[in-house]
């Protein structure tokens, strides 16, 4: 018995660990966007404010991505679609490479690398991962897996300025497209382990569920998942906008482009510390109320940002701050999904969440170009990105976190567990 236990808990490590390494290498291309922007508007002489369009177009095609392969996922399987996602990542970054042309943009770095992102990122990797976890290990597993995303951000940001500075922004292009091919053993292996394990308390939600379009026609009535989703849209709004105008704002204000690029690798590092943290706090506290303060303490960093003269001391200081905090809420968020309505659909319930994330991405991209192409600054952006966390805070209060009792299939949705006492 002891053996059989020691091998279903080095199959669920493993799941784990090709989950974080599947995230560090989808998530850590991903913040590479903005130190690619600069290098390539000036051999182009495209705008920041077209370039802002091509990103929001990518963003709102990963929101797209991430329902079509989550739904591929549930009926094909988590690997599959996973691995399609890295071949068509791959491919639109080859193509951002040879694109001359705007249209050729917009197909390589627009839709080809938002739908490829759509499927590599937490939407697919998260349910896969919560369904082999037994609920007591989920909020723990799926921050670990969430750390992976964020290590990612540290290393390869600095890795691609690397690739840059010795060879151009061509070469480094084509370097990271080979990375992503990687993804695709690494699913393939993820999967098979996950066949091999089964957390027993998901067993009757699996045989219980109703129809793929009857659970997502469930959660379209409930307050809840317009709340998740609208709490998420923030979400996307200032990670989306920071990722790609932080190291433009920066060289607006003096400073270097290695400075860009370290500002990025630090909120990655910085996240990994709050991934693990969140891992800890999910499995002990209120996942909705953890979401809250997360938002309301992201309003708290950037009015630190403009209060304080812009300097290496006072980017750090936000770095490290936002980092705490930057994809912090990608465990809670995914988690409230499967703790509410269930893990027989959760990548494609997910899948519809993270698009309103996405949609916020698009927003704050796209407006952030609107608003410097009209006043040369990102002032506006910045105050927007205040309120907003606030009112994003106040929405995750206002989840109901219990599970979701309505639903048309019995056991749909996982009771929330506690340790046993001792």
């Known amino acids: 018995m002891s053996q059989d236990r020691s091998v279903q808990v080095g199959a669920l490590s493993q799941i784990v660990m090709y989950g974080a390494l599947i995230l560090m290498l989808a998530m850590g291309v991903r913040a590479t966007a903005g130190i690619f922007m600069t290098p390539m508007l000036q051999e182009h002489g495209w705008s920041r404010e077209f ?21 591929l996922a549930d009926r094909f399987g988590g690997g599959r679609a996973i691995a399609l996602s890295a071949i068509l990542y791959a491919a639109g970054l080859a193509v951002t490479r040879y694109a001359t042309t705007t249209p050729e943009l917009v197909v390589g770095f627009g839709l080809l690398v938002g739908v490829g992102q759509g499927g590599t990122t937490a939407a697919l990797v998260m349910p896969m991962i919560s369904r082999a976890v037994s609920p007591l290990a989920r909020s723990a597993a799926l921050g670990v897996a969430n750390a992976g995303g964020s290590l ?7 890795a691609g300025q ?21 993804i695709v053993p690494l699913a393939l292996l993820m999967a098979g382990r996950g066949r091999s394990v089964a957390a027993p ?117 936000f770095s490290a701050g936002t980092g705490l905090l930057w994809l912090s809420t990608v465990p809670l968020t995914m988690g409230l999904v499967g703790q509410i309505f269930g893990l027989r659909f959760a ?33 506006t952006m910045w105050f927007a990105s205040i309120a907003l966390a606030l009112i994003a805070a106040a929405l995750a209060w206002m989840i109901d976190e219990r599970p979701d009792r309505g639903r048309s299939e019995p056991g749909g949705a996982i009771e929330p567990q506690r340790a046993p006492a001792a």
């Not at 370039?51 to 990518?58: E, I, K, M, R, T």
């Not at 990612?152 to 600095?158: I, R």
């Open 152 to 158: 990612g951000q540290f290393l390869v940001v600095p």
């Open 201 to 317: 308390a998901q067993r009757p939600n699996e045989a219980a569920s109703s129809s793929l379009w009857g659970a997502i026609r469930d959660a379209f009535r409930q307050r809840s998942f317009a709340l998740l989703a609208g709490s998420y849209f923030v979400c996307g709004f200032q990670l989306a906008f920071i990722t790609l105008h932080l190291p433009a704002y920066l060289l607006d204000n003096g400073m270097s482009a290695r400075h860009g690029a370290m500002a990025i690798a630090v909120i990655g590092l910085f996240n990994v510390i709050g991934s693990f943290l969140v891992g800890w706090l999910g499995a002990r506290y209120s996942n909705k109320m953890l979401l809250g303060w997360i938002y309301a303490l992201r309003a708290v960093f950037v009015v630190q940002l403009l209060l304080m003269p812009v300097s290496p001391f006072s980017l750090y200081l």
């Open 51 to 71: 370039f802002s369009n091509v990103f929001a177009l990518q963003n709102l095609a990963w929101g797209a991505g991430a329902i079509l392969m989550g739904m």
């Open 162 to 182: 690397l690739l840059i500075d010795v060879f151009d922004w061509h070469a480094a292009l084509l370097i990271l497209s080979a990375s992503i091919v990687t």
């Open 347 to 379: 990548a494609t319930l997910g899948g519809f969440v993270f698009l309103s994330h996405q949609i916020g991405s698009a927003t704050g991209v796209w407006l952030s170009g609107r608003s410097f192409a009209a006043s040369g600054s990102y002032d």
